[in-house]
């Protein structure tokens, strides 16, 4: 039994899926045993195979790339304990005009903010659009959300910082319990 899934993603993120010499598509291709039909005018995907499960990944990833991330970012989805969150940001602004505003909160002064909460989360966040995404393991991606969803609603960068480091602590002391 064969299946399909259609999903659209930015026409300036096609070339970025295809890849040089289509060396992308086909790495996630051979992956995943799925195949990619791309209409790269109107930024439509349809993933074929056989397998539904390696569809979803395949969808996960593609939707990754669509939303800003770097291909061997977006690969990391392949791998079962791998998840990606997307937040978007209307819901978080009032009107278009803070939008650059708030994006700026998240990112930081040549990205500093961003990877700060990346190091101390041990995930990948991309801004891109009107989203912010997030690639990690789900229990990171739940902490990354949260000091991401602090910042956009205006709390002191230092504040985010310290709550993000006093939980890495917590979880490491959990860990050394744990083990």
């Given at each position: 039994?064969?299946?399909a899934y259609e999903l659209?993603?930015?026409?300036e993120?096609?070339?970025?899926l295809i890849?040089?010499?289509?060396?992308?598509?086909q790495?996630?291709e051979?992956?995943?045993?799925v195949?990619?039909n791309?209409?790269s005018?109107?930024?439509?995907?349809t993933?074929?195979g056989?397998?539904?499960?390696?569809?979803?990944s395949?969808?996960?990833?593609v939707?990754a790339?669509?939303?800003g991330?770097?291909?061997?970012?977006?690969?990391?989805?392949l791998k079962?304990d791998?998840?990606?969150?997307?937040?978007?940001?209307?819901?978080y602004v009032?009107?278009?005009g803070?939008?650059?505003?708030i994006?700026?909160?998240?990112?930081?002064?040549n990205?500093?903010s961003r990877e700060?909460?990346?190091?101390?989360?041990?995930?990948?966040i991309?801004?891109?659009?009107?989203?912010?995404?997030?690639?990690?393991?789900?229990e990171?991606?739940?902490i990354a959300?949260?000091?991401v969803?602090?910042?956009?609603?205006?709390?002191?960068?230092?504040n985010?910082y310290?709550w993000?480091?006093?939980n890495?602590?917590k979880?490491?002391?959990?860990?050394i319990?744990?083990?």
């Open positions: 039994m064969e299946f659209k993603i930015p026409k993120r096609i070339a970025v890849g040089k010499d289509g060396e992308i598509k790495e996630l051979d992956a995943t045993k195949s990619m791309i209409d005018k109107e930024g439509d995907i993933l074929t056989e397998d539904s499960i390696k569809i979803y395949l969808r996960e990833v939707k790339i669509g939303r991330f770097n291909p061997e970012i977006a690969k990391l989805l079962q791998y998840a990606l969150e997307v937040l978007p940001l209307m819901d009032k009107n278009k803070h939008l650059e505003r994006k700026g909160r998240v990112i930081g002064a990205g500093k700060t909460i990346e190091h101390l989360t041990q995930t990948y991309c801004v891109y659009g009107k989203t912010i995404s997030i690639i990690g393991l789900p990171d991606i739940v959300k949260k000091a969803e602090s910042l956009l609603q205006g709390s002191p960068h230092s985010v310290r993000l480091e006093k890495m602590k979880r490491k002391q959990q860990e319990a744990d083990w």
